[in-house]
């Protein structure tokens, strides 16, 4: 490996609170896992129905620090077809108490949200676990059986 | 285009670049296959895995497993003895015991080495001991590595295939690497700029010490770091650096690594 491929910089600490990436909206999720498929919406609001009877399920993953939007598109025979993951944040609060941290965010207002700092990506570390999606999928299969139940 | 799948236990990450969006869309979608397909093939958790199957009965029988398994299990071997035995995928029985893996159907696994996995013809592997592996250390590795073979057999130039901090970047494009520092929760160091290359980082939390190896004290929170042409290597490298602490082992240089470790102290003083 030539030497030119890794540049070292100084070691900065980003002082960011949370990296934020969304990878879907709702109506792109679903051309991604039904391709051409006509869905239609189901009495619960995160639930479609495709015209062959498979489901697309929208649903919110919530884990120690990260906050994971989910789509699962479920086949008609009931079994996971697709996952994918529309939104990840991933926070932190024990950072928000810090003085010179929270200085950044004066003025702002419940009108005026946070904005999430997107720059951070890249990041290698010890694995994160994604438990909490199993679980989240787990939930789904359930809902699906319970909208299956009321047709 | 980015795009990130629960897969490996982790969450998985791909971002391509410089085709038209529905040729990069089959692309990226036939490399998260790849990735499901090692996940498949080389979960401890599922029965059905290569490496199930080898935990429950390689120990009585030959098994015959899939070639990519088999790629694996040489390039484990290749680095058990590089290494001194200080990589050792033969962590089934300590996984275990810890409550960290299942032991479902292995009442049988003892404590051994990876010397005792025997490469025969055909993609067959028998087990000159009772022990169980685990390939958590260099499949994620690898299977980063399948994707980005994925994403250049379908025309893409520039990419990054991100497993949980395991990653590896192709095409022109220097690109920032932020590595985590465990146990300062939130606390991220931007490192270097990553063209080409894979980076991995692993912590002592994670890590089976074997004979040979010691643990820096988990309350040091460091990361260890090793930059090399693949993730495979590179994801294997971070179990070494882990056990020794010695950046400056032969054995970097000799597979064209670079290994560094991020104390989460220095970032501490530097936010004071």
């Not at chain 2, 592997?125 to 994620?140: N, T």
């Not at chain 2, 290359?197 to 990361?223: C, E, F, M, N, Y």
């Amino acid at each position: 490996m030539r030497a030119s491929q890794w540049i070292w910089l100084p070691a900065v600490v980003i002082s960011a609170s949370a990296h934020a990436t969304t990878y879907f909206t709702v109506e792109q999720a679903q051309r991604a896992i039904f391709p051409g498929a006509t869905l239609t919406a189901t009495a619960q609001p995160n639930a479609w129905r495709t015209s062959n009877g498979g489901y697309f399920i929208v649903t919110r993953v919530i884990g120690k620090h990260e906050y994971i939007t989910l789509a699962v598109g479920i086949n008609p025979n009931g079994t996971v077809k697709q996952i994918e993951i529309m939104q990840y944040i991933e926070s932190y609060g024990y950072e928000v108490r810090e003085a010179q941290w929270r200085a950044q965010f004066v003025g702002k207002s419940a009108s005026s949200p946070l904005e999430l700092n997107n720059d951070i990506t890249n990041i290698s570390g010890a694995t994160l676990s994604s438990r909490h999606v199993t679980e989240g999928v787990k939930r789904v299969l359930q809902q699906v059986a319970s909208l299956k139940g009321k047709q | 285009m980015r795009r990130a799948r629960p897969l490996l236990g982790t969450y998985v990450e791909i971002e391509a670049a410089g085709l038209a969006a529905p040729a990069l869309e089959r692309a990226v979608d036939a490399a998260f296959g790849a990735i499901a397909r090692v996940h498949r093939l080389m979960s401890f958790h599922d029965g059905d895995s290569d490496v199930s199957r080898l935990n429950r009965y390689a120990a009585s029988a030959p098994v015959t497993i899939d070639g990519w398994t088999a790629k694996v299990l040489k390039k484990a071997r290749m680095l058990f003895d590089a290494t001194d035995g200080l990589f050792d995928c033969a962590v089934g029985h300590e996984l275990m015991r810890s409550g960290r893996l299942p032991s479902q159907g292995l009442s049988h696994v003892e404590s051994g080495r990876f010397s005792a996995v025997e490469l025969l013809s055909d993609n067959r592997v028998r087990f000159s001991a009772p022990i169980a592996i685990d390939l958590g250390g260099i499949a994620k590795g690898f299977a980063v590595d399948r994707a980005i073979a994925m994403l250049r057999a379908h025309g893409v130039r520039e990419a990054v295939v991100n497993a949980g901090g395991d990653m590896r970047v192709i095409g022109n494009k220097a690109r920032t690497i932020h590595i985590r520092c465990q146990g300062r929760e939130g606390r991220v160091v931007q490192a270097g700029l990553l063209r080409n290359a894979a980076i991995a980082t692993s912590d002592a939390a994670a890590t089976v010490i074997k004979q040979g190896g010691r643990l820096a004290s988990p309350s040091s929170h460091h990361a260890y770091s090793v930059v090399a042409p693949t993730c495979l290597l590179a994801d294997a490298l971070t179990k070494v650096l882990v056990q020794t602490q010695d950046a400056h082992a032969g054995y970097f240089a000799r597979f064209g690594a670079i290994a560094f470790v991020t104390s989460a102290d220095i970032a501490e003083d530097r936010v004071a």
